[in-house]
Nanobody
Framework: QVQLVESGGGLVQPGGSLRLSCVAS????????MGWYRQASGKQRELVAK?????RTNYADSVKGRFTISRDNAKNTLQMNSLKPDDTAVYYC???????????WGQGTQVTVSS
């Protein structure tokens, strides 16, 4: 089993920055992909960014150039800069495990961008 513990989030003004962190505990494999998804009110959950253990990354078009994901084994960090009101959502840490295809989720952390 895997447990994901998130930290960070909160209220920030447009143009500001926040950092989210996620630590995985329990079983861990080098093939695990870690990332962040978000869900705004009334919308479906969507991918924000993900990263493999060898540093390959994938970003949603809406956050490219503003967000940066990094990773150190079982911990990952999402640095969010130039935040916009449209970034307001609950952000969930995710771990995807090959080859079982299992997804593990954190409890979610609220990010609110508002003046």
């Amino acid at each position: 089993q895997v447990q994901l513990v998130e930290s960070g989030g909160g209220l920030v003004q447009p143009g500001g920055s926040l950092r989210l962190s996620c630590v995985a505990s329990g079983s861990f494999f080098s093939s695990d992909v870690m990332g962040w998804y978000r869900q705004a009110s009334g919308k479906q959950r969507e991918l924000v960014a993900k990263i493999t253990t060898d540093g390959r990354t994938n970003y949603a078009d809406s956050v490219k150039g503003r967000f940066t994901i990094s990773r150190d084994n079982a911990k990952n960090t999402l640095q969010m800069n130039s935040l916009k009101p449209d970034d307001t959502a609950v952000y969930y840490c995710n771990l995807f495990r090959f080859p079982t295809g299992n997804n593990y989720w954190g409890q979610g952390t609220q990010v609110t961008v508002s003046s």
